[in-house]
C-alpha cells in the first residue's frame, strides 16, 4: 500500500514514519513517498527516517519527491500535513495580531483566519489534483486549521477526506487515566469544532463516569485541564473543554502573556527547527539524536503560556508523546482493513449535530470502517457551546468564500465576525497587516 505525505519534509513526519514501524499486519503501508517543495528539508527527513527504519525488517521504502503530481498518481492514502507560508509565517501572523492586542494563534482567532485565508487556496488545488489523479485515495488532513481546511477540501473530495486532531484523543486519554478507565475501552462523548470542542461524558460498560470526576475537586485538579481550567469553572460548565478553548474562556490573560514573552511560540520553533535543519546539512550528525532531542523541546514547551498564565506547571510526561500519527494509523487501518473502530475525527456533519448543516466540518466520535468514518449522532450542545461553535462556523464559511472569491471584503468581514477579534477597524487593520508580510495573499482584492 502506497502513502503520500505532502509536506514530507515537515518536522513531525518521523512520527508518521516511526507509527508505521510498528505495524506488522496485513495490508500495511510499504511504500511510503514524501512531497514537499524544498529539497534541503526533505533530504534531512529522509535522512532521520533512514535511521529509524535502519533496524527494522522490511521497513516500509521512502522515496521523495518535488513533483506533486507524480507523488499523488497511485497513492491509497495521502496524508496533507503542509504549511503554506512555513514557520516564518507562523511567526508573522502571531505578531501582526499582537500588535493590535488580539490573538495570533495559529488555529484560534486572528492568526487561525490569516492561516486559513493562505491555506485555503492550496489545500483546494489539491483536492482537485487528488480527485483527478488518485480519484481512489484517502485523504487525511493534518493540515491546521484542521476543520476548516477539511471542510474546503471536502468540496471537492466528499467524505474521501478526513480530518485528524490528537488533541481530543490526549484530552479523553486523560480523563480516562484519573477515572482509572482503560481508555481504549471508554467511549468519550466529544462535540465541536477542530479545536473547540467539550467532552460531556465518559462512558465505561455504559456508566457515565464523567459526573465523578467532576464532583471531586482533587480528581478534577489533578490532570492538564484542571489545572488550565480551574476546577471551579469546569464543574460550572459541566463539561471538560478541549485546552485551545482556554484561548476563548482566558482570552485576556493569555493575549498578555503572549505580548510579555521574548518570543511568540511561532518565532521559537522557526529558530529551533531552523537549527535542525542546519545541523542535517552535516553529513556526520546524527539525524535520529538531533530530532528526538528537538522534538522533546518542542513538546515540554507546548502552550506554556497558557499553563504559565494559569499556574498549571509542567506538562505531565506522558502528555510529551505526541498521538496524532497514532491516529492516524488506526484510522487508516480501519479502512484499509475494515477493522471497525470509533475514533474522533473531523467529518462532514450528516445531521449529527442538528444546529449545523450537512456538509459542515464537525468533530465528533465516529465509526470507522472500509466505506470512511461515519459521524455518530450528538445531543445538542448547550446554548453556550452551541453560540460558540455557530459563530466560529460562521467565520469559517466567510473565510473559504474569501478564498474562493478573493475578496478583501469578505476577509475582513471574517476577522470581524469572529469573538476573539473585538473591532471591525481592527479586522481592516488585521487584513492590511497580514497582506503587507503575506505573499500568499495578494489574491485579495
Known sequence: MKLTILGGGGFRVPLVYGALLTDRGEGRVTEVVLHDLDDSRLYAVARVLAEQAATVPDAPKVTATTDLDEALRGADFIFSAIRVGGLEGRANDERVALAEGVLG??????????????????????????????????????????????????????????????????????????????????????????????????????????????????????????????????????????????????????????????????????????????????????????????????????MSENRETAGAGERDADDLSGGYEKVALALMRAIARDERTTLILNVRNQGALSVLDADAVIEVPCLVDANGAHPVAVDPLPDHATGLVCAVKGVEREVLAAAENGSRTTAVKAFALHPLVDSVNVARRLVEGYTEVHPGLAYLK
Not at 484542521?146 to 474546503?152: I, P, R, Y
Not at 462523548?189 to 455504559?206: E, I, K, P, T
Open 105 to 302: 494563534q495559529e488555529t484560534v482567532g486572528a492568526g487561525g483566519i490569516a492561516y486559513g485565508l493562505r491555506t485555503v487556496p492550496v489545500a483546494v488545488d489539491i483536492a482537485q489534483r487528488v480527485a483527478r489523479l488518485a480519484p481512489d485515495a484517502w485523504v487525511i488532513n493534518f493540515t491546521n486549521p484542521a476543520g476548516l481546511v477539511t471542510e474546503a477540501m471536502s468540496r471537492h473530495l466528499g467524505d474521501r477526506v478526513i480530518g485528524i486532531c490528537d488533541s481530543p484523543v490526549g484530552l479523553g486519554r486523560r480523563i480516562a487515566k484519573v477515572l482509572g478507565a482503560n481508555p481504549r475501552e471508554a467511549f468519550i462523548d466529544y462535540v465541536g469544532l477542530n479545536h473547540l470542542g467539550w467532552v460531556r461524558g465518559l462512558r465505561v460498560a455504559g456508566r457515565d463516569e464523567l459526573p465523578r470526576l467532576l464532583a471531586d475537586p482533587d480528581l478534577l485538579g489533578s490532570f492538564e485541564e484542571g489545572k488550565l481550567f480551574g476546577t471551579e469553572w469546569l464543574q460550572s460548565l459541566g463539561a471538560i473543554p478541549n485546552e485551545y478553548l482556554h484561548y476563548y474562556y482566558f482570552n485576556r490573560e493569555t493575549v498578555r502573556a503572549y505580548r510579555e514573552v521574548e518570543r511568540t511560540r511561532g518565532a521559537f520553533l522557526r529558530d529551533q527547527q531552523a537549527q535542525f535543519y542546519d545541523e542535517m546539512k552535516r553529513p556526520d550528525a546524527s539525524a535520529l539524536t538531533a530530532w528526538d532531542r528537538t522534538r522533546a523541546e518542542r513538546e515540554a514547551t507546548y
